[in-house]
C-alpha cells in the first residue's frame, strides 16, 4: 500500500486549541462550506441508506467533521466500433452489453489504431471489457493470435478467467475462444493445455519472472502470436516490486522481439496521479510508438454519493482523549447492519477485522434473540455477517466473495485484500476504520460502494492517531487533494542486474544489444558490470561478444521479485485441519503459545507453536480476552563500509558521524498482553520466548552533532525531532529513489552505530529506555526493507547534502501551517508521546546536512 | 543519476553480485585458439570435414569420421577399443532391423540410408532452463557398408544457435519419411530437446517442425524385450548384456553434465581431454544405437530362450504382425497340449496360451482359441481370464448355456450377472455338466 503520509502538528495544535469538540466541528463545517446541517435534506427521498446516513451523521458516539457529496453522473454511451466481428457482437449484446460507455469506445478506438492504453478509471468502470473485447476480436480475426494478462494476484487472475469465460462463453461454437489461468497451483496437464490452446492467458509477474521467460521456447507460440499484453491492476506495480516487474516486462519484451511479435499494451490502473508515467516506466518500448493513451475521464454511471468523515467524540475533555475508533466502527456499522444496507468495512489491520466480525455478530445475535433461540440466532449472524483478510484459506475466501455478490452476507469487515478488483457485486455502504493512509487507497475502497447508479454512503471513522487527526481537523486534504503518485525505478542496479542475468540465460546477450528504456551504452555499462564482478561471462566471437550465464544454474530461481518469501505458518485444529495461514514475520506476534487467534471474529487459543515445522496448533475457546503482542526492534551498524566521516570530539556524547554500511536489525517479542473484548481494557500480560527475527540490509546512518544536541536540550524533544527528521528522510528518499516509502524503514538510535540501539520507528514505541537511549545522542538510520539490501539507503547516502536539502525544502516549505501529514511528522504513538515541532525537525535535519558535508 | 555512477555507488556498497562471487574466469576469456582443443581425428580413416580452428571461430566443432561396418576393418582410433568386437549394421540389414522394431510407413526405409542414429549430451534435464547441448553426435550410411560419423561440439556457451543451426542444415535435407531418427530414450528426451532448443534460438518457428521423421527409439522396444532381464535397461547396461562392447573410460550422464561445464567455463588442456571423453561417449552411442537395433531384431526373430520368446511375440503382436507372433508361441504351447497334468503348466506356458488365444480370437479361429483357452482352464483350474474367455465363447459362439455355466460358475472370480443370464438361458431344469468334463472336451476335442 501506498505508505501513510502522516503528520499531524497541525491536527495537535487544533486539538489542543478546540478540545470543545463538537461547536468546533460545525464552525469548521461552515467554514467550508458545506450543508452543515445534514439532514432533513429536501433531495433525497427517505431509503434505508438516507434514514442510516442521518442516523450516522447524528450518531452519539461521533462529530460530523465533513460531508462530502458528489452527484449523480450519467453514463456516456456510443455504439460499439464499426467492424467488432458479429459473433462477438452478439454476445455482447446477449449480456446486455448492448453499449459500451464512451471511455471503453475511446480504448478499443485508441487499441484499434495501435496505439498502446492505460485505463485509469473508477472501481466497477468495465475496464476488464476494455482488454476482453479487443481480445477475442483479435482471435476471431486471427485463431494464432494471443493475449497474456498480468494480474498481480492469483485470485484475480482466476476471478477474471471466470468473467472473461462468461464472454466467450457466449460465443458460437466454431469461434471458441480459449481463456486460461497459468500460475503456480495449475495442474501439469492444464498447464499444457493452457500453453497449447488457450488464446488469452492470465497469469502473474511471478510466473511469468520463473516459470515462463527461462523456458521461453515452450511458450514460443504464445509468445509469437502475441498480440496484446495487459497488465491489470498497473497500481499495484510500485516501488522495489514494481521495478523488478519492471525488468520482468523487458525481458518479455526482449523475447517477444526475438519471437517476432510486438504486442499492444493494454494497462489497467486504479486512480493514482501519472498512471502513463507509471505504465510507461514499466514499458518502456512503448516510448518509441508514441507512449500511451491515458484514459482517465470516466464515463460510467455513477449514483450520488455522501462521504461523512466523523471523529469519535471526546470522552475526557482535560486529557482531549476520545472514543476507541474500533468501538465507533462498531456503532456506526451497527446502523448500517440494522437497516439492512450491503455494507463492506475496511480495517486498517488484521486485528481489526476480527473484532469488528465479532462484534458486529454479537450485536446482530442479540437483536435477533427476542424473536427466537439463541443458537440460530447466531448462526444467522454467522451467515450475515462475515470477516474477509489474508491469511485465510482460498476456499473461504472464495466462498465469503460468493456470499456477497449473491446477497447472503450483508455485513463485511475486511482488510485491503478486497481492495483490489475481485467480482463482489456492488456496495451501498462502506465504511472505512481509520484512514487507510493514502487518498488513492481511501478513494479505491470508498469506490467499492455503489450499484449501476444507485445511491451510496461512505462513513470514514477517524482514530486519534495524529495523521487521522490531521484529516479530521484540513478535511479537505481528503477531497481537494490529487492522489499519490506510484514510483518505480527499474534501473536500480541492485534490481536491474540480476535480471539481467536473467535475460541472458534466457537468450545471450549480444554486444550493441539495447534492453528496452535502457539504450544500447547502458546495457554495455551494466552487462560489463555484471562480466567484471562473475555475474556474466563474456564470450568473444567473431560477429561480436555475447553475454552468456555460465554454470546452469537458473538465475530466475535467485531472484525474489517481491523480496524473499520465508515458508509461513499453518494454523491447524486439534484434528490436524489447516484452519488458516500467517505470514513467517507475523508468527511470532500471532502464534506464541498462550496466543488468541480470531478466524471471523471466532476465537481460538493457541496450544503449541512447532517453530521449525512452521505449525500452529489452536483450539476453539471461550475467551473474553484478545492477546496483543509486544515487539521490540533494536539495529546496529556493522561492517561499515564507509567510516564514520569525522573523528569525534572526544567527550561524551558525542556524535559519531554518518556513514553507512549493513544493518543488523533484530526484532524481539518479549510478551504479549491480554486485552478483554468490549472494553478493550489491559487484563494481564504474559511472556513470549521464540527466537527473534534477524534482518541484514544495508543502511545509512547520521549521528547529531553535539552542537545540535546542545540545542536542543530536552532529551524527548531531541528524539521526537528525531524521528520526526527520519520519518521525513524516509519519505523523500523513497521520492527521489522511485520507490515506495514501505521499502525503506527508518529508525532512531543512540550511541555509536555499531553498538545495539534500541530503534524508534513507525511500529515500535515508544518506550522509556527507548527515549533516554535516543535522547542521548540520536542517530538516524535508513535502511533497506529487502534482506541484503536494493541500494536504497545507500543511494541516499550518496546524495550528500542535495538530499538534506530536498528534505529540508519539504518539510519548511509545505503550504501548511506546522507541519502536515504531506511533509513530515510519524503517525504513531510515539509522535504524541514526545511532541514534534517543525523548528527541533529543522533544527535536526540542518545539523545531519552539516554532518554529511563534514 | 546516470546507470554508470550508479553502479559506480553498487560497486563500492557491495562486493558481489551473485552468489557465485567474482571469479578469475573473467580475467581469462576464451582464446580463439582454445577451444581448438579437442581430440585429434588420426586413424585411418576419419577426416575432419572443416579444420578444428576454422570450427572454433563459429564457437563449436564439427567433425566427421567414417567407420567400416564389419569388425575385420580396423576401427579409427579416435574410438578406441570399445567397438573392436562389435559388427555394424549394414545399410539394407538396419533397414531391415528397423521394420521388426517399430511400426513404420508402408513405403518403407531407403534401403541404402535407412535412419539417422541421433545421440545428444546436454548440461542438464530437459525443462531445465540452463541446459544446453554441448555435444550432438549423427550417425548414418554413406554406403551399404559404410557408416559417417558426424560430430558438433560446443566451444561457447554463445554458439549454441549457430551450432544448432549448422546441424539443422545437415539433419533436414537428410531425414524424411524413408529415413528415421534412432535414438535411445529419444521421444521423450533428445528431439524435444533438439526442437525446443531450435526453437528458443529462433532457427525454427514455435509452430514448425521441419524434422519430422519416423522416429525409432529403441528404449520402448528394449524394455518390452529385456525388462527384469539385467540391472536396468540402460544403453551401457544393453551394451555389455548383449553387444559385448566394453567401454574404456566411459563417462556417466551426471559426469556429462560436469565435463561439459568444465569445459565451457574454462577450457583448459584439461577440460579439453575430459571434452573427448564426452565425444567419444557420444560416438560410440550413435555407432552402438545401429549394432542394439540389430542385435534386438535379430533376437525378435531368434529369441534365445522361453522368456524373450513370449516378449518378442508380444512385441511383434503389437506391431500388428500376429502371425509371426503366433509362430513364434508355438513352441511355447506343448505344455498345455501335450496333456499336461491338470494343476500343472508353467506360467510363461500359459501367459503364451492366453496370447496365442486372442491372436486366433482376432484372426476368427474361434475354436482353436477355445482349446487354448480350454487348455488353460485345465492348466490352472479356475483362471479367471481363461474361464471368462472359454464361458463367453460357449455362451455367444458355441451357444451351450450349461457348458458356459459351468465353465463362468468355477471361476476364481465368477461374474454375478453372467450366471444369473446363462440360469436363465440354460432354463430350469438344465443338467449342468461337471466343470472338467468340458474343460477336457474342449481342450482335446478329438479326444
Known amino acids: 500500500m501506498l505508505e501513510p503520509n502522516p503528520s499531524f502538528s497541525r491536527a495537535r495544535t487544533l486539538l489542543s486549541g478546540a478540545s470543545n469538540g463538537n461547536g468546533r466541528d460545525h464552525q469548521a463545517l461552515a467554514r467550508t462550506g458545506e450543508a452543515h446541517v445534514f439532514a432533513p435534506h429536501e433531495r433525497s427521498p427517505l431509503t434505508p441508506l438516507t434514514v442510516a446516513a442521518d442516523e450516522i451523521a447524528r450518531h452519539p458516539a461521533v462529530d460530523l467533521v465533513h460531508l462530502h457529496e458528489s452527484s449523480a453522473r450519467s453514463g456516456a454511451f456510443e455504439p460499439w466500433p464499426e467492424g467488432l466481428d458479429p459473433r462477438l457482437l452478439a454476445a455482447l449484446t446477449g449480456h446486455g452489453l448492448s453499449k459500451p460507455y464512451a471511455h471503453q469506445r475511446r480504448a478499443l478506438d485508441e487499441l484499434a489504431d495501435g496505439r498502446d492504453v492505460v485505463l485509469a478509471t473508477s472501481t466497477a468502470s468495465g475496464k476488464s471489457l476494455c482488454f476482453q473485447v479487443p481480445i477475442v476480436q483479435a482471435v476471431l480475426r486471427d485463431r494464432g493470435a494471443r493475449a497474456l494478462m498480468i494480474f498481480p494476484t492469483k485470485a484475480l487472475a482466476r476471478d477474471q478467467v471466470e468473467s472473461m469465460r462468461q464472454l466467450t462463453g457466449a460465443l458460437p461454437r466454431d469461434a471458441a475462444v480459449g481463456v486460461a489461468v497459468y500460475d503456480g497451483d495449475t495442474p501439469p496437464a492444464e498447464r499444457r493445455a493452457a500453453r497449447g490452446r488457450a488464446h488469452a492467458i492470465a497469469t502473474n509477474p511471478d510466473m511469468l519472472h520463473r516459470g515462463v521467460l527461462p523456458h521461453h521456447e515452450a511458450w514460443g507460440r504464445v509468445l509469437a502470436g502475441l498480440r496484446y499484453l495487459v497488465l491489470d491492476e498497473l497500481h499495484t506495480y510500485r516501488g522495489l516490486f514494481g521495478s523488478h516487474v519492471g525488468n520482468v516486462l523487458r525481458r518479455l519484451w526482449r523475447l517477444c522481439r526475438h519471437y517476432g511479435a510486438r504486442p499492444q499494451v493494454i494497462a489497467c490502473s486504479a486512480t493514482i496521479a501519472g498512471p502513463g508515467a507509471l505504465a510507461e516506466a514499466l514499458c518502456p518500448w512503448t516510448r518509441e510508438r508514441g507512449g500511451f493513451s491515458v484514459i482517465d475521464r470516466d464515463a460510467s454511471p455513477a449514483g450520488p454519493r455522501r462521504f461523512l468523515v466523523v471523529n469519535p467524540r471526546v470522552v475526557d475533555e482535560i486529557t482531549g482523549v476520545r472514543r476507541d475508533y474500533i468501538k465507533v466502527t462498531r456503532a456506526i456499522t451497527s446502523v448500517l447492519r440494522r437497516s439492512g444496507v450491503a455494507t463492506l468495512a475496511f480495517c486498517r489491520t488484521r486485528r481489526a477485522v476480527e473484532l469488528l466480525t465479532r462484534y458486529l455478530r454479537d450485536d446482530e445475535a442479540r437483536e435477533h434473540r427476542g424473536q427466537g433461540d439463541g443458537v440460530a440466532a447466531r448462526a444467522a449472524a454467522s451467515t450475515a455477517i462475515r470477516g474477509y483478510r489474508g491469511g485465510y484459506l482460498p476456499d473461504r475466501r472464495r466462498e465469503i466473495e460468493r456470499a456477497l455478490r449473491e446477497g447472503q452476507a450483508r455485513v463485511v469487515a475486511s482488510t485491503n485484500a478486497l481492495e483490489l478488483g475481485m467480482d463482489i457485486g456492488g456496495m451501498d455502504a462502506v465504511v472505512l476504520a481509520g484512514y487507510p493512509g493514502t487518498r488513492a487507497a481511501s478513494w479505491q475502497r470508498v469506490g467499492r460502494a455503489g450499484r449501476r447508479g444507485d445511491p451510496s454512503l461512505a462513513v470514514l471513522v477517524l482514530s486519534s492517531s495524529p495523521l487521522d487527526q490531521f484529516v479530521a481537523a484540513s478535511p479537505e486534504f481528503l477531497f481537494d487533494g490529487t492522489v499519490e503518485q506510484a514510483r518505480v525505478d527499474p534501473d536500480n542496479p541492485e534490481v536491474l542486474l540480476p535480471h539481467l542475468r536473467c535475460a541472458a540465460q534466457e537468450l545471450p546477450v549480444r554486444e550493441g544489444e539495447a534492453l528496452p528504456g535502457l539504450g544500447v551504452d547502458d546495457t554495455a555499462l551494466a552487462l560489463h558490470y555484471l562480466a567484471d564482478h562473475g555475474g556474466l561471462h563474456r564470450e568473444p566471437g567473431p560477429d561480436g561478444g555475447r553475454f552468456v550465464v555460465l554454470g546452469g544454474d537458473a538465475p530466475a530461481e535467485q531472484v525474489q521479485i517481491r523480496g524473499p518469501l520465508e515458508e509461513n505458518f499453518s494454523v491447524l485444529d486439534p484434528d490436524g485441519e489447516v484452519l488458516a495461514q500467517v505470514d513467517f514475520e507475523d508468527g511470532p506476534l500471532y502464534l506464541h503459545p498462550g496466543a488468541i487467534y480470531p478466524i471471523e471474529g471466532r476465537p481460538y487459543e493457541v496450544r503449541a507453536l512447532d517453530w521449525d515445522g512452521r505449525k500452529a496448533t489452536v483450539r476453539p475457546v471461550r475467551a473474553s480476552y484478545y492477546t496483543v503482542a509486544v515487539s521490540k526492534l533494536r539495529v546496529r551498524v556493522v561492517d561499515l563500509g564507509q567510516e564514520p566521516s569525522d573523528a569525534p570530539e572526544d567527550s561524551p556524547g558525542s556524535s559519531y558521524g554518518a556513514g553507512t554500511g549493513c544493518a543488523h536489525v533484530v526484532r524481539t517479542v518479549p510478551g504479549f498482553k491480554k486485552i478483554r473484548f468490549g472494553t478493550h481494557e489491559n487484563i494481564g500480560f504474559g511472556p513470549i520466548a521464540l527466537p527473534d527475527l534477524e534482518l541484514h540490509t544495508t543502511a545509512a546512518f547520521w549521528g547529531l552533532p553535539p552542537k545540535a544536541a546542545a540545542q536542543l536540550s530536552c532529551p524527548a524533544q531531541r528524539a521526537g525531532a528525531a524521528l520526526g527528521a527520519a520519518h521525513a528522510m524516509r519519505h523523500v528518499a523513497a521520492l527521489l529513489l522511485m520507490c515506495d516509502a514501505g521499502d525503506l524503514r527508518h529508525a532512531v538510535t543512540a550511541g555509536h552505530p555499531a553498538a545495539w540501539g534500541i530503534a524508534l520507528d513507525g511500529t515500535h514505541g515508544p518506550d522509556a529506555l527507548a527515549q533516554i537511549e535516543a535522547g542521548g545522542v540520536p542517530h538516524v538510520l535508513l535502511f533497506d526493507r529487502t534482506p541484503g539490501g536494493a541500494g536504497l539507503a545507500v543511494h541516499a547516502y550518496e546524495m550528500g547534502a542535495a538530499f538534506f536539502e530536498r528534505v529540508i525544502a519539504v518539510v519548511s516549505g509545505c503550504s501548511c501551517g506546522d507541519g502536515c501529514p504531506t511533509c513530515m511528522g510519524p503517525s504513531t504513538d510515539a509522535a504524541e508521546q514526545y511532541g514534534v515541532d517543525r523548528a527541533a525537525v529543522l533544527t535536526v535535519l540542518r545539523a545531519l546536512r552539516d554532518v554529511t558535508r563534514g | ?447
Open chain 2, 1 to 447: 543519476m546516470r546507470l554508470s555512477q550508479r553502479l559506480a555507488h553498487h560497486g563500492a556498497s557491495r562486493s558481489t553480485v551473485t552468489a557465485q562471487g567474482p571469479d578469475a574466469r573473467s580475467q581469462s576469456p576464451l582464446s580463439p585458439g582454445s577451444s581448438s582443443g579437442s581430440s585429434p581425428t588420426s586413424g585411418s580413416g576419419p577426416r575432419t570435414e572443416r579444420s578444428a580452428t576454422a570450427g572454433s571461430d563459429r564457437g563449436f566443432v564439427h567433425e566427421v569420421i567414417e567407420v567400416a561396418v564389419g569388425r575385420e576393418h580396423p576401427r579409427p582410433a579416435i574410438l578406441g577399443e570399445d567397438l573392436a568386437e562389435v559388427d555394424l549394421p549394414t545399410a539394407p540389414a538396419l533397414a531391415g532391423a528397423l521394420r521388426s522394431l517399430a511400426r513404420l510407413p508402408a513405403a518403407g526405409l531407403d534401403p541404402r540410408c535407412p535412419a539417422v542414429m541421433f545421440d545428444l549430451e546436454t548440461t542438464g534435464l530437459i525443462g531445465q532452463p540452463g541446459s544446453l547441448i554441448g555435444v550432438a553426435g549423427a550417425a548414418w550410411h554413406v554406403a551399404p557398408d559404410r557408416i559417417r560419423v558426424e560430430q558438433w561440439s560446443l566451444g561457447r556457451v554463445g554458439a549454441e544457435a549457430a551450432m544448432l543451426a549448422d546441424l539443422d542444415a545437415m539433419l533436414r535435407p537428410r531425414v524424411g519419411p524413408r529415413c528415421a531418427f534412432v535414438t535411445f530414450n529419444g521421444a521423450s528426451f533428445d528431439l524435444p530437446l533438439l526442437h525446443r532448443r531450435l526453437v528458443r534460438h529462433g532457427i525454427y518457428r514455435p509452430t514448425d517442425d521441419p524434422l519430422r521423421a519416423p522416429h525409432v527409439d529403441l528404449l520402448p522396444s528394449a524394455r518390452r524385450l529385456w525388462r527384469d532381464r539385467g540391472p536396468d535397461c540402460r544403453l551401457g547396461t544393453l551394451e555389455q548384456h548383449h553387444l559385448r562392447l566394453r567401454r574404456e573410460g566411459d563417462v556417466g550422464g551426471a559426469e556429462v553434465v560436469e565435463l561439459l561445464w568444465r569445459w565451457l567455463e574454462d577450457p583448459d588442456p584439461a577440460a579439453a581431454a575430459d571434452l573427448a571423453r564426452v565425444k567419444r561417449h557420444n560416438r560410440i552411442d550413435v555407432l552402438s544405437l545401429a549394432a542394439l537395433a540389430f542385435t534386438m531384431h535379430d533376437r525378435l526373430w531368434r529369441p534365445v530362450d522361453a522368456v524373450e520368446r513370449l516378449r518378442a511375440a508380444r512385441h511383434h503382436d503389437r506391431l500388428g504382425r500376429a502371425s509371426q507372433a503366433h509362430a513364434l508361441l508355438k513352441p511355447l504351447l506343448g505344455a498345455l497340449a501335450r496333456g499336461a497334468a491338470r494343476g500343472r503348466g508353467s506360467d510363461l506356458a500359459i501367459e503364451a496360451g492366453l496370447l496365442a488365444a486372442e491372436i486366433d480370437r482376432r484372426a476368427g479361429r474361434r475354436d482353436e482359441a477355445a482349446r487354448l483357452w480350454a487348455r488353460v482352464c485345465r492348466a490352472v483350474p479356475g483362471h479367471p481370464q481363461a474361464h471368462e474367455a472359454l464361458a463367453k465363447h460357449l455362451e455367444h459362439r458355441a451357444r451351450r448355456p450349461a457348458e458356459a455355466l459351468a465353465v463362468a460358475a468355477a471361476s476364481v472370480t465368477p461374474c454375478a450377472r453372467r450366471l444369473i443370464r446363462l440360469r436363465t438361458k440354460a432354463g430350469d431344469g438344465a443338467v449342468i455338466p461337471p466343470v472338467a468334463q468340458v474343460v477336457d472336451a474342449w481342450a482335446d476335442p478329438s479326444g
